[in-house]
């Protein structure tokens, strides 16, 4: 069964920085793209980032204004979400997605849309 599993959350200070992890199992490698969201309470889901199956093509949600990347390890099978210049406002429970099938699926032309499995997230809390 294909599973996802987020790390690297937790409590950092406005304008730290934070890498989240994502890894995947029980997926055929380079096969599926990989997207992080975020919801604080209370507020509707965000898209932040896509990252392909191959790791070659990555899009970003204007929520992020250039301060997270999104790139696969080199064991293929974790994706990072580097977060920089963290705002308070950036406290949420993120989690990553995956999509799978064509080669529409596993690219980001679809963005944010059609994920197909999720993680069950971590707690990103930005407070001094």
């Known amino acids: 069964q294909p599973q996802l599993v987020e790390s690297g959350g937790g409590l950092v200070q406005p304008g730290g920085s934070l890498r989240l992890s994502c890894t995947a199992s029980?997926?055929?490698?380079?096969?599926?793209?990989i997207g992080w969201f975020r919801q604080a309470p209370g507020k509707e889901r965000e898209g932040l980032s896509c990252?392909?199956?191959?790791?070659?093509?990555?899009y970003y949600g204007d929520v992020v204004q250039g301060r997270f990347t999104t790139l696969r390890g080199n064991a293929k099978n974790t994706v990072y979400l580097q977060m920089n210049n963290l705002k308070s406002e950036a406290t949420a429970v993120y989690y990553c997605a995956a999509r799978v099938g064509g080669s529409r699926e596993r690219s980001c032309i679809r963005r944010f849309n059609g994920m197909n499995y999720w993680g069950k997230g971590t707690q990103v809390t930005v407070s001094s």
């Open positions: 990252i392909s199956g191959s790791g070659g093509q990555t």
């Open positions: 029980g997926f055929t490698p380079e096969t599926y793209a």
